[in-house]
């Protein structure tokens, strides 16, 4: 089992949908998580982090954390084009706190 | 504020040839990385630092070298380049490792000939 997994997609909604991306990890005792935008040819940025369970809202991005099933989500409220891009789930495993663990990421393509 | 500062941003590499990727960052952060990322996947780990005169391997560090004389520098030495090398390069930092959010450099595309 891959530590951090995420659903390759393409993920595809219309425009001012909600766009559900999830992430799945294997060690439990996983701390940090962290949601990375990366638009095509560019470097990641940083969209959220989360630390404790229950949900976290910044303006049209929730992430949502649930360490008893070991998933965090990311939610995109009224999606624009604009969040057409690869969405990277990153954490940090309890044995080590000096770097971060990565999923493939998400393909999100939100349709005019 | 630069951030983190990569150069070059594309590179052309023959076979066998060695070459040298520069990263800086002026956040005085002590976490530094260098990852690779090819097409369609995600990002693999190279090496990393946790301060200056400190670096440790990463997941796929094969063909690579690394130094870390200053805070601010971190750069990353391709030696006999292969055409697996061939890749987009990310060199990142932190301030605190996986606890706080890392910062990336524009990326070097290079390709191996």
């Known amino acids: 089992q891959k530590e951090v997994e995420q659903n390759s997609g393409p993920l595809s909604v219309p425009e001012g949908a909600i766009a559900s991306l999830n992430c799945t990890y294997s060690?439990?005792?996983?701390?940090?998580f962290f949601w990375y935008r990366q638009y095509s040819g560019k470097s990641p940025e940083l969209i959220m982090f989360?630390?404790s369970n229950g949900d976290k809202e910044d303006g049209r991005f929730t992430a949502q954390l649930n360490k008893a099933s070991q998933y965090v989500s990311l939610l995109i409220r009224d999606s624009q084009p604009s969040d057409s891009a690869t969405y990277l789930c990153?954490?940090?495993?309890?044995?080590?706190?000096?770097?971060?663990?990565w999923g493939l990421g998400t393909s999100l393509a939100v349709n005019p | 504020n630069a951030g983190v500062t990569q150069t070059p941003k594309f590179r052309i590499l023959k076979i066998g040839q060695s070459m040298t990727l520069q990263c800086a960052q002026d956040?005085?952060?002590?976490?530094m990385y260098w990852y690779r990322q090819d097409p369609g996947m995600g990002l693999k780990l190279i090496y990393y630092?946790?301060?200056?005169?400190?670096?440790d391997k990463g997941e796929v560090p094969n063909g690579y070298n690394v130094s870390r004389s200053t805070t601010e520098d971190f750069p990353l030495r391709l030696e006999l380049a292969a055409p697996s090398q061939t890749s987009v390069y990310f060199c990142?930092?932190?301030?605190?490792?996986?606890?706080?959010?890392?910062?990336f450099g524009q990326g070097t595309r290079l390709t191996v000939v």
């Open positions: 956040m005085n952060h002590n976490y």
């Open positions: 630092s946790v301060g200056a005169g400190i670096t």
């Open positions: 060690d439990r005792g996983s701390q940090s």
């Open positions: 989360i630390y």
């Open positions: 990142a930092s932190s301030y605190q490792g996986g606890d706080t959010e890392a910062f």
């Open positions: 990153a954490l940090k495993n309890a044995g080590n706190n000096r770097k971060l663990i």
